[in-house]
C-alpha cells in the first residue's frame, strides 16, 4: 500500500528528522540511504546524520538569539535531533556542541528500533519509482549524480552551488597548555559547560601578521574547471579566503580576542588575536580549530596551522578540506509545504533547499516530515506562523526570498517579521523570541489536537 507509506531519501539530518516525525504519527516510513554501498566525498560512516563540517549546533541562547530560539522549537516539537543533540552534547560556552560519533551512533540506533522505519542501504538512482506517491528527497547537498541530473531534467534549470569547507582536528594531548589557556568568551557557560570550554592559542600582533602572509601564500586545492564559477557560502568561507580579504579580517572575525584574558601572559593580557579550539567529542581527547574551513593542500595546514603558538607540535586527527554543495531554487521550484511544483509527489527537505546549517537541515526535514504525514493521514496542512524560527526559514526558502538572487541562508532575525514595538538591542530580541514562542505553542497545540 504504497500510498501509505512515506519514501524519504537521504538519512541525514534532514532526512533523519523526517523519518521520524512521520513514523511517529503511526504512518510506515522506508529511509533510503545509499551509504556505505555508495560513499560521498565527505562523509566518514555508514551512520545515520553524520556530522561533517563542524560538530556544533551553534547558540543554545533561546531568549536572544535566532538559532537558540529554533533549538526550543525543535525540542518543543518532539525533534530527534536535538534529543540526541543534548543527550551527546559537549561542553561549548553558550553554544551547543556534541561529541559527533555518539550523536550519530543514537540517532542511527534511535531510527532502526523505530517499529513504522525500515532502513534501506541502496541508492535511488534517478527519479523515485512512480508507484512511491510521497517521497521526501533529503538528499543533502552532495546528492548523487543520478539523482542530481533526474532533477535538472524535471526543473529544466541548473542546480545552484556553492563551495563548503571542513575544519581541522587537533589531538588534545598535542597541545601546548603552557602557551594555551581554558575560557569561553566573556566566561559564559553554555549548556553542559563551565565557562572555560574553549582552548585559546593567542597571537601577538607580529605573529598575526605573519600567519596572514602564510595563509595567502600557501598552497591551496586546485579547482576543476567545471568548480571554477561556483562561489562560496559567505557563512563558512575558507580561513585563507578570509584573509585576503584584508590583513585585520581574521582578528575581527574567527580570531577576535574580545572576551578573553590570556593567563599566561606576562606583560600583554589581551592578545592581539586568538585560534579557539572546540571540544569535539565527550572524552575531550579531539578538539577542532573553530573558524578554521580551509581549502590549502593538507602539507601546507600542517605547516601553517603548526605557526599557531600552543600548535607548534600539534597532531591532526583530520584535516581541513572542501566540497562542492548543490542546492535548488526553493522559492521558484516548491510550494509552501515543500512539494516540487513540477512534481508534486516529490517533496524536498534539509540543505538541499537553501537552508544552511545542522539545526535547520533538521527542522526543514521536520516540517517536511510532518507534512507529508498529514498528507497520507488525509489532515489539513498548517504551515507554522512567520513569526516564529520554523515558520521564517520555511517562508524564506518557498516563498519569501527573491528567486532571482536566491542563496543558502541560516537562520537570522531579519527573516522575521519586526515586532510590534520601539525597541532596540537585547530588548528588541526578546520581543522576537518571545512573540515566537507564545505563536509557536499555539500551532503546535492545533496541530496536535488535528492529529
Known sequence: MTHKTVHIIGAGMAGSEAAWQAAETGIKV?????????????????????????????????????????????????SLIMRCGDASK??????????????????????????????????????????????????????SPALTDAIRKLTNEDHLAFFDAIAPIVFKESIDMSKAWF????????????????????????EYYAFVDALIAGEKTEFKEWEKNTPYFEGCLPIE?????????????????????NPNATTFPRPWAVVQLRQDNALGTLYNIVGFQTKLKYGEQTRIFKMIPGLENAEFARLGGIHRNTFINSPKLLDATLRMKAMPRLR?????????????????????????????????ITTPPV?????????????????????????????????????????????????????????IKEWKKAA
Not at 183 to 197: E, F, I, L, M, V
Not at 247 to 257: Q, Y
Request: charged letters at 25%.
Open 183 to 206: 575560557q569561553s568568551r566573556y566566561d559564559k557557560p553554555g549548556p553542559g559547560g563551565t565557562g572555560k570550554d574553549y582552548i585559546n592559542c593567542p597571537m601577538e600582533k607580529d
Open 90 to 143: 559537549v561542553p561549548a560556552g553558550s553554544a551547543l556542541a556534541v561529541d559527533r560519533e555518539a550523536f550519530s551512533e543514537m540517532v542511527t540506533k534511535e531510527l532502526h528500533n523505530h517499529p513504522n522505519i525500515t532502513l534501506d542501504r541502496n541508492e535511488v538512482a534517478g527519479l523515485p519509482p512512480a508507484e512511491w506517491e510521497n517521497v521526501i528527497v533529503a538528499t543533502g547537498p552532495l546528492t
Open 241 to 261: 579566503v578570509m584573509a585576503e580579504r584584508g590583513p585585520n579580517t581574521l582578528r575581527f572575525g574567527p580570531m577576535k580576542a574580545i572576551g578573553l584574558i
Open 348 to 380: 524536498f527537505a534539509g540543505q538541499m533547499t537553501g537552508c544552511e546549517g545542522y539545526i535547520e537541515s533538521a527542522t526543514v526535514g521536520l516540517l517536511a516530515g510532518r507534512f507529508a504525514a498529514a498528507q497520507v493521514l488525509g489532515q489539513d
Open 387 to 443: 513569526t516564529t524560527a520554523m515558520g521564517a526559514l520555511l517562508n524564506h526558502i518557498t516563498t519569501g526570498a527573491n528567486a532571482e538572487t536566491f542563496q543558502p541562508m541560516n537562520i537570522n532575525f531579519g527573516l522575521f517579521p519586526p515586532p510590534d514595538v520601539d525597541i532596540s538591542g537585547r530588548e528588541r530580541k526578546k520581543a522576537y523570541t518571545s512573540r515566537a514562542l507564545a505563536d509557536f505553542d499555539g500551532w
Open 30 to 78: 522506508v529511509l533510503h540511504e545509499m551509504r556505505p554501498v555508495k560513499k560521498t566525498e565527505a562523509h566518514q560512516t555508514d551512520k545515520c546524520a553524520e556530522l561533517v563540517c563542524s560538530n556544533s549546533f551553534r547558540s543554545d541562547d533561546a531568549e536572544y538569539n535566532a538559532v537558540g530560539l529554533l533549538h526550543e522549537e525543535m525540542r518543543r516539537a518532539g
